[in-house]
């Protein structure tokens, strides 16, 4: 079966030679690939005028929306992509990693969207940069999507959660994709998309995709255009320096194959939970995906002293792993994706044998048309004289244990892999894992630190998540994906706006210090979430502070502080008299704007970004200021009103009119419509 490329909106036949795939574990041909005939600079541009444009012009929150629902839709579709994952050699396990994680990324973009972006096209990052005296020429950090295309190029080993981990920041920034798989997996992404497609979900032009020859793609990506990659770090450099690439100043993503390590430390004895922990972590690492993941440990620290128990109890976890058809349910470890990558595992274990020893090889016989591999420990006894194990990564079940005499010695070994996607400790020592953090943390894009207590909830060495960083220096490619929102801002431009509080809060649909406040006879308590106007204020009434106040106030709430109760205390402190307590001022702050008759105000959502800036004594006399800083819609729930929250900008001021009090409280406010 020759399988269609989804290009300018419609599913098209590449021409000319095709690519056959093969299964991974029989060997029978799966299908066949070709994308020769595509005008690439016709598909780039298609998708920067046509799916760009639909998504810049929904809000973080409708795309947020989108990827929800998408999610939804694939996840109920999750058993149509099992029996294509067990024909690239993933097993049930690993198959629920690439399918089931990819569709959990997809929902976890979808939350972060509508929780930690606006419901606008612009998003406001960071807090306002006062730049002049008198507050009239402000600034502002905002971000747009780019109005380009990312293009994504993924690895052979996930081919369905390497494309959904890029598409969902992609998509929550507003930019367009086109996808583009490693071909010896690519049926398994290719159905994928065909769902995706199906579902009718994304706007027109947010998608497209395509395997094969790359053609002239490159030579048609422009500066507002984005090219991420995963892959060999041969393969990303040479991508990198593509004369287009380095003279548009295309941001590129890299993620490169590294050689990560996981450290058994000196604290931990073969009798604590640690040790066996460390043991299985290693252990599921070298076979989980057979070992053909970016993130797998490739080397193993361990103490001189535990160096053969450490041995002998990889050996007997690797003697129990059944290897097989993934169709058997009794089968923990799958083929390698391909001939090609078989020949290139046994390539590299013949490099590194070179200055290690072989202490573990799996005699598990298999059919010579498959592409399995059996496991392999090598133990290297001079790890600090030795370059092998940390230049060389055989990509499958292959690791080295190496040994070490203390803490400095481990931590220059870990970064002799020169920059790793991920690093993990074992150890019950807090102190040791500190110092190992600062040692080895600037040669790695994540550190798992496992004892006892955080094992049975860890997700494991080499499970990159959406809400963290997924990526490293050096060697492993020096870029990230994911990392919740910070993942979005590859595909968006971060803008320095400068100009009056008034103009950038009108640019920004949101409250800037210094800009207009609106006044209305109608108190803004009284009104329906879809009445209100950024901007609009509320100046209250006044309040003298009495010594009654904050005695009752201490006998409400307990707080007994000196300063606020003890007058010779309070005369030798910082204050040198009496103080209100500062929750006091917010309550009574509180008892100034908030109106006490039944309306569409209907609860109070929360308290941000707290600060009491200066004292308030006894005689002093306070008012606040609420301004309406920003309006978000809530997604309608069954049998509940239609509502939004306001975020209101609170100043609570002394009779010198200082500032004594800043923050932002949330209210929950019905909607009309």
Same mark, same amino acid.
């Given at each position: 079966m020759l399988l269609k490329n989804y290009v300018l909106g419609e599913w098209k036949d590449g021409v000319g030679n095709s690519q056959q795939l093969f299964n991974a574990v029989n060997g029978d041909l799966v299908a066949e690939i070709s994308s020769g005939g595509l005008n690439f600079k016709e598909i780039l541009e298609y998708g920067r005028k046509v799916g760009g444009k639909n998504l810049r012009e929904m809000t973080f929150h409708e795309r947020g929306r989108m990827l929800k629902k998408l999610a939804q839709?694939?996840?109920?579709?999750?058993?149509?992509?099992?029996?294509?994952?067990?024909?690239?050699?993933?097993t049930k396990i690993d198959s629920w990693i690439d399918i089931e994680g990819g569709i959990s990324t997809l929902f976890t973009y979808a939350s972060k969207g509508r929780r930690d972006l606006p419901d606008e096209k612009i998003w406001p990052e960071g807090n306002q940069e006062v730049i002049s005296k008198n507050g009239t020429f402000t600034a502002q950090h905002v971000c747009v999507p780019l109005e380009g295309i990312a293009c994504h190029i993924n690895a052979y080993n996930f081919p369905i959660w390497g494309m959904l981990e890029k598409l969902a920041p992609t998509f929550i920034a507003g930019m367009p994709a086109i996808v583009k798989p490693a071909p010896i997996s690519s049926y398994l992404a290719h159905k994928m998309v065909e769902v995706i497609i199906e579902s009718e979900i994304l706007p027109e032009g947010a998608l497209q995709y395509f395997a094969g020859d790359p053609g002239d793609l490159f030579n048609h990506f422009t500066s507002q255009d984005v090219v991420t990659f995963t892959g060999s770090a041969g393969t990303g450099k040479k991508l990198k320096s593509h004369p287009t690439i380095l003279e548009n100043n295309v941001r590129f993503n890299m993620e490169a194959d590294s050689i990560n390590c996981s450290i058994l430390a000196p604290d931990v004895t073969p009798e604590m939970d640690e040790f066996g922990l460390f043991v299985k972590e290693v252990a599921n690492e070298m076979t989980t995906k057979a070992g053909q993941k970016c993130t797998a440990i490739r080397r193993v620290f361990v103490p001189i002293s535990l160096k053969d128990e450490v041995i002998s109890a990889i050996k007997i976890r690797l003697e129990k792993t059944v290897i097989g058809d993934p169709l058997n349910e009794k089968t923990r470890?799958?083929?390698?994706? *391909?001939?090609?990558?078989?020949?290139?595992?046994?390539?590299?274990? *013949?490099?590194?044998?070179?200055?290690?020893?072989?202490?573990?090889?799996?005699?598990?016989?298999? *059919?010579?048309?498959?592409?399995?591999f059996n496991p392999v420990l090598l133990y290297c006894a001079s790890p600090s004289s030795a370059k092998t194990p940390h230049e060389i990564e055989a990509f499958g079940p292959v690791s080295t244990v190496m040994p070490y005499h203390d803490i400095p010695e481990v931590i220059e070994l870990a970064k002799k892999g020169e920059g790793s996607l991920v690093a993990s400790l074992f150890t019950a020592d807090n102190d040791i894992a500190k110092e190992v953090v600062l040692g080895i943390g600037a040669y790695h894009g994540r550190i798992m630190i496992i004892n006892k207590d955080s094992a049975k909830e860890s997700t494991g060495h080499g499970s990159p998540l959406p809400h963290l960083t997924h990526g490293g220096p050096g060697r492993a490619g020096g870029g990230e994906e994911m990392g919740g929102i910070r993942g979005i801002m590859k595909y968006m431009q971060r803008v320095a706006l400068q100009g009056h509080p008034t103009t950038l809060s009108n640019v920004c649909n949101q409250y800037l210090i210094g800009a207009e406040q609106i006044a209305d006879k109608i108190h803004p308590f009284r009104k329906y979430f879809d009445e209100l106007v950024i901007g609009e204020t509320l100046v209250t009434h006044r309040r003298t502070v009495t010594e009654a106040d904050i005695v009752n106030f201490a006998g409400i709430s307990g707080d007994y502080f000196y300063a606020h109760t003890d007058d010779v205390a309070a005369k030798n402190s910082i204050f040198d008299k009496r103080v209100a307590h500062g929750y006091f001022v917010l309550s009574a702050a509180a008892g100034l704007f908030v109106h006490p008759a039944e309306g569409p105000v209907l609860a109070n959502y929360g308290l941000e970004g707290l600060r009491f800036t200066q004292p308030v004594y006894i005689g002093d006399t306070i008012h606040a200021r609420l301004t309406c800083k920003r309006k978000t819609e809530k997604e309608p729930r069954e049998d509940e009103k239609l509502q939004g929250v306001v975020e209101w900008y609170v100043e609570v001021v002394n009779q010198d009119d200082e500032v004594v009090a800043l923050y932002t409280i949330l209210t929950l406010v019905e909607r009309k419509l």
């Open positions: 839709y694939l996840m109920e579709r999750k058993n149509d992509f099992y029996p294509l994952s067990f024909k690239t050699g993933a470890m799958g083929s390698l994706a *391909d001939k090609y990558y078989l020949n290139l595992v046994n390539e590299k274990l *013949d490099k590194l044998k070179e200055e290690s020893e072989v202490v573990f090889e799996g005699s598990t016989e298999v *059919d010579k048309k498959s592409s399995f």
